[in-house]
């Protein structure tokens, strides 16, 4: 036997055995979805019966516990057809709160609500036909499968349909007759699940429109967290430097005025070389403090604007490193936020480049349109750059991300092993 013929074999067995499981799998699928078909009609005609009565009064305490309920069911079936889909079926119910009467008005006015009746409905009758399916074939199947093994101990020959099984030959027949059954059962069953499933993920399964809307919601959630965060890691970051720079010079300035105080009567030719020190100092702290305000906002954005302000970057910066500039002319500038957004991105970026990628030559590209800007840092250095966390949080590449996820943007960040490392950001200045 050649390798291509015992591969031909081994695929043949393969599909034979796709083809069993997957019957078996429409087979309980198929038995669970028609055991609550039938229970299907009763419920729909115990939802007919609460809704009349709502219409007296105290029948509608009856119908938030009877959507609820119905709820229920339809959420075991979301899961059930999901699985047999591969994929999550979700729902898309309105959030319920409030009184009786409160959580009445939402549900009935949720139109996933009528949804699920009319889906009540197509599953009475889908899942009922498709469980009278499982019966009719299983058991014809079974019944003329067996036929050689029990014809001659019937007291009078058995009759199938327009067949009176009465020799061997006629058992043979019925016995494959039996394997066609089995065979359409194999075809039918799992053709009749993907359907029910299908019909259930479209009437139980959210719009198109509200899935998008709600996957917005959680993305503008997950913005705005983020946003959060960045802005607290900013403040942190101020504080820190206040702290560190400019409040440890003035506390040092106030100690030398003590002293000088002191000797001022004791030893005063000291008070010279204190106050050198005390100026020293001084400028250090003004120092400090230019740093702790350019870090804010930079004064090159403000007389300058954001392309000279990439270029005092790029000169900074000491990893030799080239700088592309393209802008609209004519062009208004962007919102102030979203330029020092921009500023800061290339400044984190260019500091993850001269610090962590041990890189020979640096390019930095920028583009300044009216509905946005986008920015391109590529380094030649050793990669594998990515947004583990820092030394504090908003550090390295994360709080790049944060960053710009708070103006909605987007960032991009491709960096192999070995290299080369490149950081796309994108920031949207609509209005």
Not at 53 to 78: C, I, K, N, Q
Not at 185 to 201: F, I, K, N
Not at 240 to 248: E, K, P
Not at 391 to 409: C, L, M, N, T
Request: hydrophobic content about 50%.
């Amino acid at each position: 036997m050649t390798t291509s013929e015992g591969a031909a074999r081994q695929q043949r067995r393969s599909g034979q055995a796709e083809f069993v499981r997957r019957a078996v799998r429409s087979l309980r699928y198929l038995l669970a979805v028609g055991g609550t078909a039938v229970l299907a009609l009763f419920g729909l005609y115990a939802l007919l019966a609460v809704f009349a009565l709502s219409l007296v009064g105290p029948g509608l305490a009856l119908v938030p516990l009877a959507l609820a309920r119905l709820r229920r069911v339809a959420d075991a079936h979301r899961l059930r057809a999901g699985r047999w889909l591969g994929c999550e079926v979700p729902s898309s119910y309105r959030r319920v709160e409030g009184g009786v009467l409160a959580r009445a008005q939402t549900m009935l006015a949720d139109r996933a609500t009528w949804t699920d009746l009319l889906w009540l409905l197509a599953h009475a009758v889908f899942g009922t036909v498709g469980a009278a399916l499982v019966l009719g074939l299983c058991t014809g199947a079974a019944s003329w499968l067996t036929v050689p093994l029990w014809w001659q101990l019937a007291p009078e020959p058995p009759q199938f349909m327009v067949w009176e099984i009465d020799s061997w030959g006629a058992a043979l027949a019925a016995c494959l007759a039996g394997a066609a059954y089995g065979a359409l059962a194999g075809w039918l069953l799992p053709w009749w699940a993907q359907l029910h499933a299908l019909l259930t993920r479209a009437l139980l399964g959210p719009r198109k429109r509200r899935t998008s809307l709600a996957e917005r919601v959680v993305e503008l959630t997950i913005t705005r967290a983020e946003a959060l965060e960045a802005h607290a890691a900013e403040l942190r970051r101020i504080e820190r430097d206040l702290h560190d720079g400019a409040q440890a010079g003035l506390v040092s300035v106030a100690l030398r005025l003590a002293v000088m105080k002191q000797v001022l009567h004791s030893h005063p030719e000291k008070l010279p070389e204190l106050i050198d020190q005390a100026r020293d100092l001084t400028d250090q702290a003004v120092k400090s403090l230019r740093g702790a305000v350019r870090s804010i906002y930079p004064p090159v954005l403000v007389d300058h604007g954001l392309a000279e302000a990439a270029r005092s970057l790029v000169a900074a910066c000491p990893v030799p490193t080239s700088l592309d500039v393209e802008q609209d002319a004519g062009g208004s500038r962007a919102p102030v936020a979203v330029e020092a957004a921009a500023y800061f991105v290339m400044s984190e970026a260019l500091t993850n480049v001269a610090k962590h990628s041990g890189a020979a030559a640096a390019q930095v590209r920028l583009r300044i349109a009216g509905n946005g800007i986008r920015i391109c840092v590529r380094d030649d250095g050793r990669g594998g750059a990515g947004a583990g966390p820092g030394p504090e949080p908003g550090s390295g590449i994360s709080g790049i991300r944060r960053r710009v996820a708070a103006f909605d943007g987007v960032t991009d960040l491709q960096s192999p092993p070995g290299g080369p490392t490149e950081l796309r950001v994108e920031l949207p200045c609509g209005s």
